[in-house]
């Protein structure tokens, strides 16, 4: 099990359990209009045992993929982790989201700079990744910030909600 990853004294990344899921479960279905423009898991979450379900995996894999609950001033506000790592190529992706109130606070720019040093100097990466739907500007603005650089677009690279495909902007920042 991961620990507890302090940003500021108000702004720490726990790591994601299955004890995690009622609080989720609220936090999604508070802001699922909101979210489920650019997440297509939003609308299969649709109980408790769904976010249940979820974190069940993220345990399961969580050597692998860490993922952790953001919690702002002692509040759950979203995720940010780990997907898809290749410990053959030492390459990592970072998937977040973040609760609507809580946006425009640099919230999930510093949890993001923080779990790309934690890929370089804890997990030993060489490559970290970000896709981000074409229109999703306000997500597509954290790699920027950050110094990724954007590698190219994987045409319909992921099916939204109503079965429509969004192109994702990909953006990689290497270990140098």
Known sequence: MHSI??????LQL??????????MFALIDANRSYLRRWL??????????????FLKSVE?????????TIHFHGKMVGLVGFK???YDNLRTEIGYWLAEGFQHKGIMTSCVRTL????FNDMEMHRVQIRV??????????????GFVKEGVERDGEMMSDNVYVNLEIYSKIND
């Open 133 to 146: 739907a074409e229109g999703n500007t306000p997500s597509k603005q954290i790699p920027r910030r950050l």
């Open 5 to 10: 990853l302090t940003i500021t004294p108000y």
């Open 60 to 68: 399961e894999h969580a050597e692998r993929n860490p993922v952790f």
């Open 40 to 53: 297509p898991f939003i609308d299969s979450t649709l109980a408790i045992g769904d976010s249940e379900a």
């Open 116 to 119: 790309v040093d934690y890929a």
């Open 84 to 86: 898809d790592t290749d």
């Open 14 to 23: 726990h790591p994601a359990t299955v004890a995690d899921a009622g609080e």
